[in-house]
């Protein structure tokens, strides 16, 4: 069972001091996705970076910019390029001339999600100052913010490390309050786990995820993490000994504890296992595998 962590209190708009160098001000825009919100975070003090402004809202920029009045904002810092997270960017630089630092989307190749709203969609305007996406520092007076390319949940997925306080940004790679959603194409699973062991291996001892309250047992709830995606694997490598099957067959089944809501979005989790798999050679399927292909197990 994942240890989640979902107490937080939250007042739109408020700035919160959470750590001796880390601020919060939600976003008001909760949903199934955003759990209470986008907590954008500002990090030090006087000379500040501004961690995910969020969605394009007006109310959310006015309460970031009332949040650092008499500072200067010399960084806005991306996690990933998804409409909660990176949009008021822009709006954010026009107002503090600040460069905006992050990875820009390699391929615009957008998921063929039909009807229905998979997740927060992608910002594709997205276009950092300062290309991050190979690593890389920002520092200001008495903080220091590493770039961890973390790709999986997004191909361009950063965290960002606070030595000064063993401290991690994980945006939506690591979330207390909720598994992350893996949605193929541009989401990877195979990405996904090998950068959940890249932060993992860093001892950290606090994690700040953008929606939802920090994360303190760091080790033993990314172990919980990635063995629930082990209990996935399996439970789909199990329904699969009973003859081949395609995706929504397996969904309404294995997704039973999960909100409704979220089962399309659980099926393109679950795509990006099967992708895993194959490439794994533990499943079999004609041609590529695909939302509606017949899997079997090799
Ligand atoms: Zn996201």
Known sequence: MIPYVREIDI?????????????RVTANNPGPFTFKGTGTYIVG???????????????????????????RVTAIVITHHHSDHSPLAGPLKARTGAPIYGCA???HEQADTGEVKMEAGHDLDFLPDVSLC???????????????????HTSNHLCYALPQENACFTGDHIMGWSTTVITPPDGDMTDYLASLDRIRARNFAVLWPTHGPPIRDVDAFI????????ERVEQILGALKAGPARIRE???TLYADV???????????????????VRQGALATDGAPGPDSTYRLA
């Open 11 to 23: 007042d739109y708009g408020r700035c919160d001091p959470v750590s001796p160098l880390i601020r």
């Open 45 to 71: 003090h006087g000379e500040v970076a501004v961690i995910d402004p969020g969605p394009d809202d007006p109310a959310h920029l006015e309460a970031i910019l009332a949040a650092v009045a008499g500072e």
């Open 105 to 107: 989307v390699a391929t």
């Open 134 to 152: 190979e690593g890389g520092e920002i520092s200001g007076p008495g903080w220091t913010l590493e770039a961890i390319p973390t790709p999986g």
């Open 223 to 230: 172990g919980a993490y990635i063995e629930h995606r082990q």
């Open 250 to 252: 397996l969904v309404p």
């Open 259 to 277: 909100d409704p809501r979220l089962h399309p979005a659980a099926a393109r989790s679950m795509l990006a296992a099967m992708i895993h798999l």
